[in-house]
């Protein structure tokens, strides 16, 4: 289950780390917080423009790390707050979820399905 808190952040921009790994190592790209969207399976889903070295070693390796955060919400103890989101991760260019994430960004070639395993509040 996602937190109140972190779908909070969501409705705020800040920028968001999406890590994989691959044969060089660690990869990492970015995103916006008002780009996420939340699926009724409570799947984070991430319109994807760009991303081929993602796609590739998502494809090798689906585990994904995200953080993302807001200086504008409440935290653990003063204003500012982060996730961090371990979990799994699949990019598709079809389907219901492609569908929804095409019709609010035009320029999506795909969409990126996040399954978390954690989230953990870190700030």
């Known amino acids: 289950m996602i937190p109140e808190t972190m779908l909070e952040v969501m409705k705020h921009e800040g920028v968001v780390a999406l890590v994989t790994d691959g044969a060089e190592g660690a ?3 970015n995103t ?9 399976d409570e799947e984070i ?13 998502l494809k090798q390796n689906s585990k994904l790390l995200m953080t993302l955060g807001s200086r504008e919400v409440q935290g653990l103890m003063y204003m500012g707050t982060g996730f961090l989101v371990s979990g799994t991760a699949v990019i598709k260019g ?22 978390p395993e954690s989230i953990k509040q870190t700030l």
Do not use: C
């Open 45 to 57: 889903l991430v319109p994807v423009g760009g991303m081929n070295t993602t796609e590739a070693n």
């Open 32 to 40: 916006w917080n008002s780009y996420l969207q939340v699926s009724k």
């Open 94 to 115: 079809q389907g219901e979820e492609f569908d929804r994430i095409k019709e609010k960004f035009p320029w999506a070639r795909a969409v990126m399905e996040i399954k």
């Open 27 to 29: 990869h990492v790209v």
